[in-house]
């Protein structure tokens, strides 16, 4: 079985010495995120991490993901342990409190996902997937997709994903082929083929989150002409309830 032991005196090290976060702690915004706070949230994330998720990677490694007709399943274990990190709010930390998150300054939060990923990073790479993806629509969506899709990231009912590589494009991203088609409703339909979706297809949550890179008709070629498309797994309806299974599917898994 896996141990792991969070060097949290080095991570506190870092942050009074080196970072200053007594000092950020005090910054507008961050009115509950006090040293005793982030202290008790540091605390905890070593212990989760120690005692669920580093007994969970060996098991990871012995029986991994697995597909079949679509449906890909985790290996045991790994849905109690999400289940546990979504109850004690880990994937609401660095969020906006708007949408249900815990304001803290950003160190903080990566000491946490550094705490995940050392103990088992094949699980901590699905809250740092949503993370980002939940940050790009906190950045950049409207307000209406806000409210629809970030309460339910930022609390972890749903999972995020970032959908960039092709097959044929590889690193270089300017050259994906994925379409995005408009359409009289005001969506897009997209078309295309991705690979290496980290935590792609799962079923832990109710629903994932794919942000698809894609390029519309009359788009310059490059990465300028990119565009970033939602592709929930379900639809999501205007009162934020799931509607029908959209037409994206898992065709296979990483060897």
Partial sequence: MSSYNAPLADMWFVL????????????????????????????EAAKFSAEVLAPLN?????????WENGVVRMPEGFRAAYQTFTANGWGSLGC??????MSVPRVSTAAVREMLNAANMAFGLCP?????????????????????????????????TMNLTEPQAGSDVGALRTRAIAQPDGTYR??????????????????????VLARTPDAPAGTKGISC???????????????????????SVEH
């Fill in 190 to 211: 997209i078309t295309g083929q991705k690979i290496f979706i980290t935590w792609g297809e799962h079923p832990l949550t109710e629903n994932i989150v794919h942000l």
């Fill in 16 to 43: 009074r010495e080196l970072v200053g976060i007594e000092e950020l702690s005090r910054l507008p915004g961050f009115d509950n995120a006090s040293i005793d706070t982030i202290e008790s949230v540091l605390n």
């Fill in 96 to 101: 906006e409190p708007e949408f249900g998150g």
């Fill in 229 to 251: 498309f939602i592709v929930p797994k379900f639809l999501v309806n205007d009162d934020g309830s799931l509607g029908e299974r959209n037409d994206v599917r898992v065709v």
């Fill in 128 to 160: 740092v997937l949503t993370g980002g993806a939940v940050e790009a629509l906190s950045l950049s969506a409207s307000e209406e997709i806000k409210r629809r899709f970030l309460p339910p990231m930022v609390t972890g009912e749903w999972t995020g």
């Fill in 58 to 66: 060996s098991t990871g490694d012995r029986q991994g993901a697995s």
